[in-house]
Nanobody, 123 residues
Framework: VQLQASGGGLVQAGGSLGLSCAAS????????MNWYRQAPGKERELVAA???????TYGDSVMGRFTISRDNSKNTWYLQMNKLKPEDTAVYYC??????????????????WGQGTLVTVSS
C-alpha cells in the first residue's frame, strides 16, 4: 500500500489550496482518512479526518476554513484549504488508518503514511 500526496505550494494569506492523497495497492477498505501537518519546531498535529461513513473531524485551528472529503471508489481523499493564514505553513501528511488490504492472498490491516507536501502561506 502506498499513499501519494499532491497539491502543496506557495500561496498568499487569505488564499486557497487543495491537497489530494491517493492510496494504491490491493485495498478493500480504508477506515479513516486523515491529514496531519507539522510546522518547523512543532509536533505533528491532526488537521482533519473523515471516516468511511463520511463523519468528519477538524482541528480547532482550521475549523470553518478547511474541508476534508473522500472518494471511496478511488481510495482518494482531499483537503480544501481556504482563508489560509501564515500559521498554516507546514508540511502536510496524509495518513490512512485501518487499511484492509491483500498481499499474497492474505488479508492484513494496517496504517500508512504518505510523503509530506509543503504548504507555505506568505503574509
Amino acid at each position: 500500500v502506498q499513499l501519494q500526496a499532491s497539491g502543496g505550494g506557495l500561496v498568499q494569506a487569505g488564499g486557497s489550496l487543495g491537497l489530494s492523497c491517493a492510496a494504491s495497492g490491493n485495498i478493500f477498505n480504508i477506515n479513516v482518512m486523515n491529514w496531519y501537518r507539522q510546522a518547523p519546531g512543532k509536533e505533528r498535529e491532526l488537521v482533519a479526518a473523515v471516516t468511511s461513513g463520511g463523519v468528519t473531524t477538524y482541528g480547532d485551528s482550521v475549523m470553518g476554513r478547511f474541508t476534508i472529503s473522500r472518494d471511496n471508489s478511488k481510495n482518494t481523499w482531499y483537503l480544501q484549504m481556504n482563508k489560509l493564514k501564515p500559521e498554516d505553513t507546514a508540511v502536510y501528511y496524509c495518513n490512512a488508518e485501518g487499511v484492509t488490504y491483500v498481499r499474497r492472498g492474505l488479508h492484513y490491516t494496517g496504517d500508512f503514511w504518505g510523503q509530506g507536501t509543503l504548504v507555505t502561506v506568505s503574509s
